[in-house]
């Protein structure tokens, strides 16, 4: 069993910065790709940033410039760092990773959100 467990989100004014983090633990064989996602009130979820085992990364139009995707291979974890904030950019934050068993399978895990709030 995998679990993801994020901390970090809070409420903030604009302007202001928070820091995102996610864990990863269980029984991991490998874990590829590693992401942040978000989903505010009415709306779909989105990508917000991604980012490979080898250190590429994307990000949402949105986001470029403000927010920086890292992670720590070594701890199986992934960061989210988020300066600039707007108050469009409040929404839950989930944390999703992509998963290999070593045996040809992969597997993709949800955190179970964290909420940010940014006050105008």
């Known amino acids: 069993q995998v679990q993801l467990v994020e901390s970090g989100g809070g409420l903030v004014q604009a302007g202001g910065s928070l820091r995102l983090s996610c864990a990863a633990s269980?029984?991991?064989?490998?874990?590829?790709?590693m992401g942040w996602y978000r989903q505010a009130p009415g709306k779909q979820r989105e990508l917000v940033a991604a980012?490979?085992?080898?250190?590429?990364?994307n990000y949402a139009d949105s986001v470029k410039g403000r927010f920086t995707i890292s992670r720590d291979n070594a701890k199986n974890t992934v960061y989210l760092q988020m300066n600039s904030l707007k108050p469009e950019d409040t929404a839950v934050y989930y944390c999703n990773a992509d998963l290999y068993d070593g045996e040809g399978y992969e597997y993709d895990y949800w955190g179970q959100g964290t909420q940010v709030t940014v006050s105008s």
């Open positions: 269980g029984s991991i064989f490998s874990i590829n790709a």
């Open positions: 980012i490979t085992s080898g250190g590429s990364t």
